[in-house]
């Protein structure tokens, strides 16, 4: 078996994705596609707008083989843990021989950027020091080390690059790749359709930003074709059914933020737990807690990020569990079970964690208080992790 892996959220899938993997496939000419997809909770530190039995399922209607649930402990994190997470959980699969990665520019200057992200040669490492001092936030002085350290033609292709979500992670992955020494090959699919945050209904491919706002709407019309069949239905009914209630998410959150110790969340840095801790107090809607804690320094998805490892008890502790955390299959092929062979690193039971060791016990349990949470604020019954069973189609 010569393996594919994608890693993903499908917040929700659409037909960008099916290209995606598609042309992944054609690329490689892989003969199984794995998907390694966030969960109950994505890395926009948000709860996903559709469950991950449902995500997956439209994944293998549409190209995949099997899909492997990302700990949440990297899917609400920044983007080099998230990326380490996903690169953690391949390394244990052996048949993966490709990552198929999306980006919004030319690969080559992807791979440039992540060269020297690597690196850090001097002039990076005090470009970046540099703007750090001026306040400025990391991602910002990040990409202006970047710049400095590349060829002067380049500079402000790469300020262009390093602005679009997609890209920044690629950057990750290719770093993690590095950085843990794996033999997996990077290849680069570029997006075609509308950019990650165009909010615009219309094109060959929308983003998951326009395709969640047409749910929100209920404009399910509007959405169709872009959510590729046979699942339309199904989708849209399971979105009525079980939509997330963003009152009860704010409502946990912010009790979460009055009643813990904010400063232990894995984000968590330079004294920001005491801006969102009087925050929390002053006000009862989590949107105003963010707007009023964001700043120059300090972003929107930092202190998203923030708010929502204190409600899940996401600690430097618990990441460092993270690092031995096995991923769940969520669901897989029925013409495909082989594939089970080689998840021997993967936890496909309940009970399969205690063999996978304490660490990847204890990481487990995070997902299951992830699964409570995401159950109660879709008003559904159990828990959406541990309750749930494999998925096979």
């Not at 890395?43 to 997956?56: F, I, T, W």
């Not at 190209?63 to 690169?87: H, K, N, Q, T, Y």
């Not at 491919?205 to 199904?234: C, M, N, Q, W």
């Amino acid at each position: 078996m010569d393996a594919l892996a994608i890693v993903c959220e499908y917040n929700p899938f659409h037909s960008g994705h099916a290209y995606h993997i598609q042309a992944a496939k054609e690329l490689c000419n892989a003969d199984t596609v794995i998907g390694v997809m966030s969960g109950c909770f994505v890395q926009r530190a948000e709860p996903a707008v559709l469950s991950p039995v449902l995500r997956a399922e439209t994944a293998l209607h549409n190209g995949m083989d099997a899909v492997i649930e990302l700990p949440v402990a990297f899917s609400c994190a920044v983007g080099e843990r998230f990326a380490d997470g996903a690169m953690r959980i391949m390394s244990r699969i052996p048949q993966i021989k490709w990552l198929a990665i999306g980006v919004e520019d030319d690969g080559n200057l992807i791979q440039r950027i992540a060269d020297i992200q690597f690196t850090q040669p001097p002039v990076f490492c005090a470009r970046l020091q540099e703007v750090l001092q001026k306040g400025k936030s990391y991602a910002v002085a990040l990409t202006e080390a970047t710049a400095a350290a590349i060829d002067t033609s380049l500079c402000e292709a790469v300020k262009a690059a390093l602005q679009k979500p997609n890209n920044v992670l690629a950057v990750e992955y290719l770093r993690s790749i590095r950085r843990h020494d794996l033999s997996i090959v990077p290849v680069f699919v570029q997006r075609s359709g509308n950019h990650y945050n165009d909010t615009a209904a219309c094109g060959q491919h929308i983003s998951a930003t326009a395709a969640r706002i047409l749910l929100e709407k209920g404009d399910f019309h509007a959405l169709r074709p872009y959510i590729p069949h046979p699942l339309f239905s199904v989708l849209c009914e399971s979105y009525e059914r079980q939509r997330v209630h963003w009152d009860i998410y704010e409502a946990l959150t912010v009790h979460a933020l009055r009643t813990k110790d904010i400063a232990q969340s894995a984000d968590n840095g330079e004294g920001l737990h005491y801006k969102l801790s009087e925050c929390a107090r002053k006000y009862v809607r989590l949107t105003d807690i963010v707007e009023a804690c964001k700043s120059k320094r300090y972003t929107v998805g930092r202190i998203k990020r923030i708010c929502l490892q204190t409600l899940l008890g996401i600690t430097d502790e618990v990441m460092q569990q993270a690092e031995s955390a096995a991923g769940r299959l969520i669901a897989v092929k029925n013409a495909r079970k082989d594939i089970l062979r080689a998840l021997s690193g993967i936890a496909v039971q309940n009970n399969d964690y205690a063999a996978l060791g304490d660490a990847a016990v204890a990481a487990a349990q995070t997902d299951g208080t992830a699964g409570s949470i995401y159950s109660l604020i879709t008003q559904q019954p159990n828990n959406a992790f541990w309750d749930r069973k494999l998925l096979t189609v």
